[in-house]
Protein backbone atom coordinates (compact mmCIF):
# COMPACT_ATOMS: atom_id res chain seq x y z
CA UNK A 1 0.00 0.00 0.00
CA UNK A 2 3.01 2.36 0.91
CA UNK A 3 4.26 1.56 -2.86
CA UNK A 4 1.00 1.95 -4.62
CA UNK A 5 0.42 5.49 -2.52
CA UNK A 6 4.10 6.34 -3.79
CA UNK A 7 3.80 5.74 -7.53
CA UNK A 8 0.69 7.68 -7.08
CA UNK A 9 1.81 10.83 -6.34
CA UNK A 10 4.42 12.58 -8.63
CA UNK A 11 7.58 14.05 -7.41
CA UNK A 12 8.23 17.54 -8.12
CA UNK A 13 10.75 17.25 -11.21
CA UNK A 14 8.11 14.84 -12.82
CA UNK A 15 5.47 17.17 -11.82
CA UNK A 16 7.33 19.99 -13.98
CA UNK A 17 8.10 17.83 -16.69
CA UNK A 18 4.32 16.98 -16.91
CA UNK A 19 3.28 20.38 -16.85
CA UNK A 20 5.96 21.31 -19.59
CA UNK A 21 4.52 18.99 -22.16
CA UNK A 22 1.04 20.27 -20.94
CA UNK A 23 2.13 23.64 -22.02
CA UNK A 24 3.65 22.40 -25.34
CA UNK A 25 0.63 20.20 -25.91
CA UNK A 26 -3.09 21.39 -26.38
CA UNK A 27 -5.82 19.10 -27.83
CA UNK A 28 -3.46 16.32 -28.71
CA UNK A 29 -1.44 19.04 -31.05
CA UNK A 30 1.97 20.00 -30.38
CA UNK A 31 3.25 23.74 -30.36
CA UNK A 32 6.99 24.65 -30.71
CA UNK A 33 8.43 27.16 -28.73
CA UNK A 34 9.47 30.64 -30.45
CA UNK A 35 13.05 30.17 -30.24
CA UNK A 36 12.64 26.56 -31.80
CA UNK A 37 11.23 27.97 -34.55
CA UNK A 38 13.27 30.58 -35.30
CA UNK A 39 16.31 28.31 -35.45
CA UNK A 40 15.07 26.29 -37.63
CA UNK A 41 13.90 28.98 -40.37
CA UNK A 42 17.44 30.65 -39.82
CA UNK A 43 18.78 27.16 -41.36
CA UNK A 44 16.10 26.67 -43.56
CA UNK A 45 16.68 29.91 -45.18
CA UNK A 46 20.73 29.42 -45.09
CA UNK A 47 20.60 25.88 -46.99
CA UNK A 48 18.06 27.09 -49.66
CA UNK A 49 20.42 30.24 -50.43
CA UNK A 50 23.41 27.68 -50.11
CA UNK A 51 21.96 25.51 -52.13
CA UNK A 52 20.74 28.01 -55.02
CA UNK A 53 24.21 30.02 -55.74
CA UNK A 54 26.10 26.59 -55.55
CA UNK A 55 25.83 26.27 -59.30
CA UNK A 56 27.41 29.35 -60.15
CA UNK A 57 29.37 30.24 -57.04
CA UNK A 58 31.19 26.80 -56.72
CA UNK A 59 34.51 28.16 -55.91
CA UNK A 60 33.10 30.50 -53.48
CA UNK A 61 33.03 28.02 -50.28
CA UNK A 62 29.53 29.28 -48.92
CA UNK A 63 29.37 27.14 -45.73
CA UNK A 64 27.08 27.53 -42.45
CA UNK A 65 28.14 28.63 -38.93
CA UNK A 66 26.90 26.91 -35.93
CA UNK A 67 24.55 28.90 -35.15
CA UNK A 68 22.95 28.12 -39.16
CA UNK A 69 24.14 31.57 -40.55
CA UNK A 70 26.25 30.98 -43.94
CA UNK A 71 29.11 32.14 -43.85
CA UNK A 72 30.69 33.34 -47.48
CA UNK A 73 33.93 32.66 -48.62
CA UNK A 74 36.53 35.10 -51.26
CA UNK A 75 33.87 36.79 -53.73
CA UNK A 76 34.54 35.31 -57.29
CA UNK A 77 33.15 36.13 -60.38
CA UNK A 78 30.18 34.09 -61.63
CA UNK A 79 30.85 32.50 -65.23
CA UNK A 80 28.36 31.03 -67.58
CA UNK A 81 27.79 27.39 -67.89
CA UNK A 82 29.17 27.57 -71.35
CA UNK A 83 32.27 29.13 -70.33
CA UNK A 84 32.63 26.79 -67.31
CA UNK A 85 32.87 23.80 -69.41
CA UNK A 86 35.27 24.76 -71.75
CA UNK A 87 37.51 25.91 -68.59
CA UNK A 88 40.31 23.61 -67.94
CA UNK A 89 40.50 24.59 -64.04
CA UNK A 90 39.81 22.39 -60.88
CA UNK A 91 36.09 22.68 -60.36
CA UNK A 92 36.35 21.16 -56.56
CA UNK A 93 37.85 24.72 -55.29
CA UNK A 94 40.91 23.18 -54.49
CA UNK A 95 44.47 23.17 -56.30
CA UNK A 96 46.18 26.41 -57.06
CA UNK A 97 44.31 27.09 -60.43
CA UNK A 98 46.38 25.49 -63.26
CA UNK A 99 45.60 23.95 -66.12
CA UNK A 100 45.51 20.72 -65.97
CA UNK A 101 48.29 17.96 -66.76
CA UNK A 102 50.29 21.64 -67.14
CA UNK A 103 48.57 22.64 -70.27
CA UNK A 104 48.84 19.11 -72.22
CA UNK A 105 45.29 17.27 -71.59
CA UNK A 106 43.60 19.27 -74.56
CA UNK A 107 41.74 18.40 -77.96
CA UNK A 108 44.62 17.95 -80.29
CA UNK A 109 47.38 18.49 -78.37
CA UNK A 110 49.90 16.55 -78.75
CA UNK A 111 51.91 17.21 -75.03
CA UNK A 112 52.51 20.52 -73.49
CA UNK A 113 54.00 23.70 -74.92
CA UNK A 114 58.15 24.04 -76.00
CA UNK A 115 58.29 19.99 -75.67
CA UNK A 116 60.62 18.40 -78.45
CA UNK A 117 59.94 14.84 -79.69
CA UNK A 118 63.04 12.87 -80.47
CA UNK A 119 63.26 9.79 -82.31
CA UNK A 120 62.47 7.16 -79.97
CA UNK A 121 64.75 4.48 -79.47
CA UNK A 122 64.09 0.69 -80.00
CA UNK A 123 63.88 -1.34 -76.82
CA UNK A 124 65.70 -4.78 -77.53
CA UNK A 125 64.16 -6.02 -74.22
CA UNK A 126 60.63 -5.18 -76.26
CA UNK A 127 58.93 -8.59 -76.55
CA UNK A 128 58.10 -7.68 -80.07
CA UNK A 129 61.83 -6.60 -80.97
CA UNK A 130 62.94 -8.26 -84.60
CA UNK A 131 66.27 -7.75 -85.39
CA UNK A 132 65.66 -7.32 -88.90
CA UNK A 133 63.99 -3.96 -88.61
CA UNK A 134 67.21 -2.10 -87.68
CA UNK A 135 68.36 -2.83 -91.16
CA UNK A 136 65.11 -1.89 -93.01
CA UNK A 137 64.56 0.93 -95.66
CA UNK A 138 61.27 2.30 -96.65
CA UNK A 139 60.67 3.30 -99.63
CA UNK A 140 57.51 4.68 -101.52
CA UNK A 141 56.20 2.14 -104.41
CA UNK A 142 53.89 3.27 -107.30
CA UNK A 143 51.79 0.81 -109.06
CA UNK A 144 52.37 0.89 -112.76
CA UNK A 145 49.45 2.17 -114.70
CA UNK A 146 47.25 0.26 -116.48
CA UNK A 147 46.03 0.88 -119.95
CA UNK A 148 42.48 2.39 -118.29
CA UNK A 149 44.58 4.71 -115.89
CA UNK A 150 47.02 5.98 -118.60
CA UNK A 151 44.83 7.19 -120.50
CA UNK A 152 43.11 9.23 -118.10
CA UNK A 153 46.39 10.31 -116.34
CA UNK A 154 48.47 11.30 -119.29
CA UNK A 155 45.95 12.90 -121.37
CA UNK A 156 45.45 15.93 -119.04
CA UNK A 157 49.23 16.59 -119.38
CA UNK A 158 49.46 15.93 -123.26
CA UNK A 159 46.68 18.91 -123.69
CA UNK A 160 48.04 21.19 -120.64
CA UNK A 161 51.51 21.08 -123.01
CA UNK A 162 49.43 22.24 -125.88
CA UNK A 163 48.85 25.23 -124.19
CA UNK A 164 52.30 26.06 -122.40
CA UNK A 165 54.97 23.98 -124.84
CA UNK A 166 57.24 23.27 -122.02
CA UNK A 167 58.77 20.00 -122.76
CA UNK A 168 60.63 19.82 -119.16
CA UNK A 169 57.83 19.70 -117.36
CA UNK A 170 55.93 16.77 -119.68
CA UNK A 171 59.13 14.98 -119.19
CA UNK A 172 58.78 15.59 -115.26
CA UNK A 173 55.56 14.51 -114.96
CA UNK A 174 56.13 11.42 -116.46
CA UNK A 175 59.18 10.29 -114.83
CA UNK A 176 56.82 10.51 -111.97
CA UNK A 177 54.46 8.09 -113.20
CA UNK A 178 55.26 4.77 -113.45
CA UNK A 179 54.78 3.65 -116.62
CA UNK A 180 56.31 0.14 -117.22
CA UNK A 181 54.97 -1.30 -120.28
CA UNK A 182 52.53 1.39 -121.52
CA UNK A 183 55.53 4.08 -122.62
CA UNK A 184 55.15 3.10 -126.28
CA UNK A 185 51.81 4.76 -125.54
CA UNK A 186 52.93 7.66 -124.93
CA UNK A 187 53.88 8.99 -128.33
CA UNK A 188 50.50 7.25 -129.97
CA UNK A 189 48.46 9.20 -127.37
CA UNK A 190 49.90 12.23 -128.04
CA UNK A 191 49.92 11.86 -132.11
CA UNK A 192 46.30 10.88 -131.74
CA UNK A 193 45.22 13.68 -129.96
CA UNK A 194 47.18 16.32 -132.92
CA UNK A 195 45.25 14.84 -135.63
CA UNK A 196 42.63 16.50 -134.45
CA UNK A 197 44.10 19.42 -133.22
CA UNK A 198 45.89 22.64 -134.89
CA UNK A 199 48.64 22.32 -137.13
CA UNK A 200 50.79 24.44 -134.46
CA UNK A 201 49.79 21.82 -131.63
CA UNK A 202 51.25 19.00 -134.24
CA UNK A 203 54.38 21.04 -134.75
CA UNK A 204 54.33 20.97 -130.93
CA UNK A 205 54.03 17.11 -130.53
CA UNK A 206 57.00 16.77 -132.86
CA UNK A 207 59.14 18.12 -130.69
CA UNK A 208 57.92 16.61 -128.12
CA UNK A 209 58.67 13.39 -128.87
CA UNK A 210 62.12 14.65 -129.79
CA UNK A 211 62.75 16.04 -126.48
CA UNK A 212 61.45 12.63 -124.59
CA UNK A 213 63.59 10.25 -126.95
CA UNK A 214 66.29 9.39 -124.51
CA UNK A 215 64.81 11.15 -121.47
CA UNK A 216 61.62 8.97 -120.51
CA UNK A 217 61.24 6.70 -124.08
CA UNK A 218 63.49 4.63 -125.95
CA UNK A 219 63.96 4.48 -129.51
CA UNK A 220 62.17 1.36 -129.50
CA UNK A 221 59.46 2.56 -127.63
CA UNK A 222 59.16 5.28 -130.50
CA UNK A 223 58.62 2.87 -133.22
CA UNK A 224 56.38 0.50 -131.47
CA UNK A 225 54.00 3.49 -130.72
CA UNK A 226 54.33 3.96 -134.53
CA UNK A 227 53.79 0.52 -135.94
CA UNK A 228 50.29 0.57 -133.66
CA UNK A 229 49.58 4.01 -135.33
CA UNK A 230 49.97 1.99 -138.61
CA UNK A 231 47.89 -0.51 -137.45
CA UNK A 232 45.06 1.06 -136.11
CA UNK A 233 44.96 3.90 -139.10
CA UNK A 234 41.05 2.76 -140.27
CA UNK A 235 39.82 3.63 -136.90
CA UNK A 236 41.62 6.97 -137.08
CA UNK A 237 40.44 8.19 -140.34
CA UNK A 238 36.86 7.85 -139.40
CA UNK A 239 37.65 10.77 -137.06
CA UNK A 240 39.97 12.44 -139.19
CA UNK A 241 39.93 11.94 -143.00
CA UNK A 242 43.97 12.96 -143.68
CA UNK A 243 45.09 10.96 -141.08
CA UNK A 244 47.11 8.90 -143.37
CA UNK A 245 49.10 11.96 -145.13
CA UNK A 246 49.32 13.85 -141.09
CA UNK A 247 50.94 10.50 -139.55
CA UNK A 248 52.92 10.06 -142.95
CA UNK A 249 54.35 13.56 -141.93
CA UNK A 250 55.04 12.48 -138.28
CA UNK A 251 57.17 9.61 -139.76
CA UNK A 252 59.06 11.62 -141.93
CA UNK A 253 59.78 14.06 -139.23
CA UNK A 254 60.85 11.71 -136.82
CA UNK A 255 62.79 10.07 -139.14
CA UNK A 256 64.87 13.62 -140.03
CA UNK A 257 64.97 14.32 -136.08
CA UNK A 258 66.82 10.57 -135.56
CA UNK A 259 64.18 9.08 -133.23
CA UNK A 260 63.48 6.75 -135.83
CA UNK A 261 65.89 4.81 -137.72
CA UNK A 262 65.99 5.38 -141.44
CA UNK A 263 65.40 1.91 -142.50
CA UNK A 264 61.65 2.05 -140.76
CA UNK A 265 59.60 2.69 -144.38
CA UNK A 266 62.19 0.19 -146.25
CA UNK A 267 61.46 -2.84 -143.64
CA UNK A 268 57.38 -2.26 -144.44
CA UNK A 269 57.82 -2.62 -148.07
CA UNK A 270 55.27 -5.29 -149.49
CA UNK A 271 54.44 -6.19 -146.06
CA UNK A 272 51.30 -3.68 -145.91
CA UNK A 273 47.95 -4.82 -147.08
CA UNK A 274 46.10 -1.71 -145.49
CA UNK A 275 46.16 1.26 -148.02
CA UNK A 276 45.81 3.84 -145.40
CA UNK A 277 48.97 2.56 -143.91
CA UNK A 278 50.46 2.18 -147.51
CA UNK A 279 49.05 5.86 -147.97
CA UNK A 280 51.00 7.12 -144.83
CA UNK A 281 54.55 5.18 -145.25
CA UNK A 282 54.07 6.89 -149.22
CA UNK A 283 53.66 10.07 -147.98
CA UNK A 284 56.55 10.01 -145.20
CA UNK A 285 59.07 8.25 -148.48
CA UNK A 286 58.05 11.31 -150.52
CA UNK A 287 58.60 14.04 -148.18
CA UNK A 288 62.28 12.59 -147.30
CA UNK A 289 63.21 12.76 -150.82
CA UNK A 290 62.01 16.29 -151.02
CA UNK A 291 63.53 17.20 -148.07
CA UNK A 292 66.74 15.20 -148.15
CA UNK A 293 70.02 16.94 -146.18
CA UNK A 294 67.95 19.86 -144.04
CA UNK A 295 65.75 19.33 -141.15
CA UNK A 296 62.17 19.79 -141.50
CA UNK A 297 61.23 22.35 -139.27
CA UNK A 298 58.34 23.65 -141.42
CA UNK A 299 56.45 20.46 -142.31
CA UNK A 300 53.20 21.54 -140.60
CA UNK A 301 53.56 25.15 -141.88
CA UNK A 302 54.36 28.38 -140.01
CA UNK A 303 51.51 28.47 -137.77
CA UNK A 304 51.04 28.72 -134.26
CA UNK A 305 52.78 31.97 -131.89
CA UNK A 306 55.71 29.79 -131.53
CA UNK A 307 57.57 31.06 -134.50
CA UNK A 308 60.16 33.83 -134.40
CA UNK A 309 58.81 37.54 -134.89
CA UNK A 310 61.11 38.27 -138.02
CA UNK A 311 60.06 34.03 -139.94
CA UNK A 312 56.42 35.56 -139.10
CA UNK A 313 56.62 38.87 -141.02
CA UNK A 314 58.35 37.09 -143.94
CA UNK A 315 55.78 34.49 -144.22
CA UNK A 316 53.08 37.46 -144.11
CA UNK A 317 54.93 39.38 -146.65
CA UNK A 318 54.54 36.02 -148.85
CA UNK A 319 51.56 36.17 -148.41
CA UNK A 320 50.45 40.08 -150.07
CA UNK A 321 52.80 39.35 -152.40
CA UNK A 322 51.36 35.88 -153.73
CA UNK A 323 47.71 37.75 -153.37
CA UNK A 324 48.74 40.81 -155.17
CA UNK A 325 50.28 38.55 -157.83
CA UNK A 326 46.86 35.57 -157.70
CA UNK A 327 44.28 37.99 -156.72
CA UNK A 328 42.02 35.23 -154.64
CA UNK A 329 40.83 36.72 -151.72
CA UNK A 330 39.53 32.96 -150.46
CA UNK A 331 43.28 31.64 -150.89
CA UNK A 332 44.68 34.45 -148.51
CA UNK A 333 42.56 34.45 -146.33
CA UNK A 334 42.94 31.08 -145.80
CA UNK A 335 46.95 31.58 -145.63
CA UNK A 336 46.25 33.81 -142.99
CA UNK A 337 43.86 31.68 -140.83
CA UNK A 338 47.16 28.77 -141.07
CA UNK A 339 49.30 31.05 -139.46
CA UNK A 340 47.47 31.05 -136.35
CA UNK A 341 48.90 34.37 -135.32
CA UNK A 342 44.89 36.78 -134.61
CA UNK A 343 47.08 38.53 -132.33
CA UNK A 344 49.60 39.11 -134.76
CA UNK A 345 46.88 40.30 -137.38
CA UNK A 346 48.46 44.11 -136.95
CA UNK A 347 51.50 43.47 -138.66
CA UNK A 348 49.24 42.05 -141.86
CA UNK A 349 47.61 45.78 -141.94
CA UNK A 350 50.48 47.23 -141.48
CA UNK A 351 53.01 45.42 -144.00
CA UNK A 352 49.36 45.81 -146.66
CA UNK A 353 49.23 49.82 -146.19
CA UNK A 354 53.33 49.88 -146.15
CA UNK A 355 53.56 47.61 -149.97
CA UNK A 356 50.40 50.42 -151.01
CA UNK A 357 52.31 53.37 -150.20
CA UNK A 358 55.72 51.87 -152.31
CA UNK A 359 53.89 50.51 -155.11
CA UNK A 360 53.38 52.09 -158.82
CA UNK A 361 49.93 52.17 -160.19
CA UNK A 362 46.37 52.12 -159.12
CA UNK A 363 46.41 47.92 -158.84
CA UNK A 364 48.10 46.95 -155.48
CA UNK A 365 45.51 50.53 -154.14
CA UNK A 366 42.65 48.80 -155.29
CA UNK A 367 43.89 45.07 -154.44
CA UNK A 368 44.77 45.88 -151.10
CA UNK A 369 41.49 47.84 -150.18
CA UNK A 370 39.52 44.47 -151.63
CA UNK A 371 41.45 42.58 -149.28
CA UNK A 372 41.12 44.44 -146.34
CA UNK A 373 37.36 44.94 -146.75
CA UNK A 374 36.70 41.12 -147.13
CA UNK A 375 38.97 40.40 -143.77
CA UNK A 376 36.83 42.76 -142.09
CA UNK A 377 33.62 41.55 -143.07
CA UNK A 378 34.82 37.95 -142.34
CA UNK A 379 35.44 38.82 -138.90
CA UNK A 380 39.07 37.00 -139.53
CA UNK A 381 41.15 40.95 -138.60
CA UNK A 382 39.31 42.34 -135.61
CA UNK A 383 38.60 46.17 -134.52
CA UNK A 384 41.33 46.16 -132.12
CA UNK A 385 44.11 44.71 -134.74
CA UNK A 386 42.92 47.02 -137.79
CA UNK A 387 43.50 50.10 -135.84
CA UNK A 388 46.82 49.05 -134.23
CA UNK A 389 47.72 48.35 -137.57
CA UNK A 390 46.86 51.88 -139.23
CA UNK A 391 48.13 53.51 -136.09
CA UNK A 392 51.17 51.93 -136.72
CA UNK A 393 51.56 53.55 -140.20
CA UNK A 394 50.49 56.74 -139.06
CA UNK A 395 53.46 57.16 -136.58
CA UNK A 396 55.98 55.58 -138.86
CA UNK A 397 55.15 58.13 -141.72
CA UNK A 398 57.48 59.93 -141.28
CA UNK A 399 60.66 58.18 -142.51
CA UNK A 400 58.42 56.34 -144.66
CA UNK A 401 58.21 59.62 -146.28
CA UNK A 402 61.94 59.56 -146.54
CA UNK A 403 62.04 56.71 -149.05
CA UNK A 404 58.51 57.56 -150.57
CA UNK A 405 58.28 61.23 -151.05
CA UNK A 406 54.24 61.04 -151.64
CA UNK A 407 53.70 58.88 -148.72
CA UNK A 408 51.52 61.18 -146.75
CA UNK A 409 49.21 62.03 -149.94
CA UNK A 410 48.69 58.45 -150.95
CA UNK A 411 48.13 57.28 -146.68
CA UNK A 412 45.38 60.12 -146.70
CA UNK A 413 43.49 58.71 -150.31
CA UNK A 414 44.43 55.05 -148.91
CA UNK A 415 42.36 56.10 -145.20
CA UNK A 416 39.81 58.12 -147.04
CA UNK A 417 38.82 55.07 -148.99
CA UNK A 418 38.96 52.39 -145.88
CA UNK A 419 36.64 54.96 -144.07
CA UNK A 420 33.90 54.93 -147.30
CA UNK A 421 34.40 51.23 -147.34
CA UNK A 422 33.38 50.82 -143.74
CA UNK A 423 37.08 49.43 -142.79
CA UNK A 424 37.69 52.31 -140.07
CA UNK A 425 35.65 54.78 -138.29
CA UNK A 426 35.56 58.27 -138.00
CA UNK A 427 37.73 58.64 -135.30
CA UNK A 428 40.69 56.70 -136.61
CA UNK A 429 40.70 58.80 -140.02
CA UNK A 430 40.20 61.89 -138.33
CA UNK A 431 44.19 60.86 -136.49
CA UNK A 432 45.45 60.26 -140.07
CA UNK A 433 48.80 62.48 -140.00
CA UNK A 434 49.05 64.94 -142.90
CA UNK A 435 51.78 67.45 -144.19
CA UNK A 436 51.64 70.97 -144.07
CA UNK A 437 50.92 72.94 -147.41
CA UNK A 438 54.45 75.07 -147.80
CA UNK A 439 54.69 78.32 -149.79
CA UNK A 440 57.49 79.17 -152.05
CA UNK A 441 59.64 82.07 -150.15
CA UNK A 442 60.80 83.31 -153.41
CA UNK A 443 59.70 86.90 -154.44
CA UNK A 444 56.72 87.18 -157.22
CA UNK A 445 55.08 84.11 -156.35
CA UNK A 446 51.70 85.67 -155.47
CA UNK A 447 51.16 83.37 -152.51
CA UNK A 448 51.08 80.51 -154.91
CA UNK A 449 50.74 77.27 -153.48
CA UNK A 450 53.15 74.09 -153.94
CA UNK A 451 52.34 71.72 -156.69
CA UNK A 452 51.59 68.02 -154.92
CA UNK A 453 54.67 66.42 -157.03
CA UNK A 454 56.81 69.60 -156.27
Known sequence: EAEALRDSFLSGDDEKVVSTKIDN???????????????????????????????????????????????????????????????????????????????????????????????????????????????????????????????????????????????????????????????????????ALALEAKASHRELTSRLLTDLCGRVLSPDDVEKSFDKLLRDLPDLVLDTPGAPQLVGQFIARAVRDQILSRNYIESYKGKVDCEHARAALDRAAVLLKMRAGMRMDSVWGAGGGQRPVKQLIREVNLLLKEYLLSGEVVEAERCLKELEVPHFHHEFVYEAIVMVLESKGETAFKMVLQLLKFLWESSVITVDQMRRGFQRVYSEIPEINIDVPRAYSLLEQFVEQSFSAGVIDKKLRDLCPCRGRKRFVSEGDGGRLKLESY
Not at 36 to 46: C, G, M, W
Not at 144 to 153: A, I, S
Not at 163 to 173: I, S, Y
Open 25 to 191: EINGNWIASTSTLHEARVKAKAKRRLRKNSSRDSGRGDSLSDNGESVRGPQATPTSPKSKLLDRKSRSGKGRGLPKKGGAGGKGVWGPPGEVYDLEEVDVKDPNYDDDQESCVYETVVLPLDEGDFEKTVTPIVQEYFEHGDTNEVAELLSELNLGDMKSGVPMLAV
